[in-house]
T-cell receptor
């Protein structure tokens, strides 16, 4: 298993500002994922962050809006830039527990960071 | 677009009853997983079923998978108030070790 700590757990932000969310894992992991969950909705993958390489963004998400750092195998940050009320969501960090068989295994999630943008 | 479609979107039952949630998906998969989310917190993995499995049990949970119909069901038996949560199915149809989540079922267990 993996224990994932996210900070902040929640924040209220002003329009036009930026906020960086931190994700700390208690063990070394290759792949980390950042998801967004808008109010009452399901999870949408923002990007995949691998250590030592640029993050890979999903359709509809761009690096200028959601810059990601992955300086080592236990830590990552997601910045939500130039925020607007539409960015009010829960942002979730997750890591992959990969099967030896190579198929996608289960994900471990942090508790999430609930952002409210006024 | 999301891979999984779940129904019902919301389910409210009495404690002790069984709860059944369904998930349908569109493309071929290697496995399907179910997760629980308590009140806007992080998700917790419940169970994983491989494409060559038809049924799997874990405690009070029973998951079935019908690849011919591209559907899965999650049954929670003898429900408890603590089972109140949102339940999501997820498939690996996203490729490159990515999971795609369904819309979720919000389950309420009434004491």
């Amino acid at each position: 298993s993996a224990v994932i700590s996210q900070k902040p757990s929640r924040d209220i932000c002003q329009r036009g500002t930026s906020l960086t969310i931190q994700c700390q894992v208690d063990s070394q992991v290759t792949m980390m994922f950042w998801y967004r969950q808008q109010p009452g909705q399901s999870l949408t993958l923002i990007a995949t962050a691998n250590q030592g390489s640029e993050a890979t963004y999903e359709s509809g998400f761009v690096i200028d809006k959601f810059p990601i750092s992955r300086p080592n195998l236990t830590f990552s940050t997601l910045t939500v830039s130039n925020m607007s009320p539409e960015d009010s969501s829960i942002y979730l960090c997750s890591v992959l527990k990969t099967w030896t068989g190579g198929s996608t295994g289960e994900l471990f999630f942090g508790e999430g960071s609930r952002l409210t943008v006024l | 677009s999301q891979q999984g479609e779940e129904d019902p979107q919301a389910l409210s039952i009495q404690e002790g009853e069984n709860a059944t949630m369904n998930c349908s998906y569109k493309t071929s998969i290697n496995n399907l997983q179910w997760y629980r989310q308590n009140s806007g917190r992080g998700l917790v993995h419940l169970i994983l079923i491989r494409s060559n499995e038809r049924e799997k049990h874990s405690g009070r949970l029973r998951v079935t998978l019908d690849t011919s119909k591209k559907s899965s069901s999650l049954l929670i038996t003898a429900s408890r108030a603590a089972d109140t949560a949102s339940y999501f199915c997820a498939t690996d149809a996203g490729g490159a070790q990515k999971l795609v989540f369904g819309q979720g079922t919000r389950l309420t267990i009434n004491p």
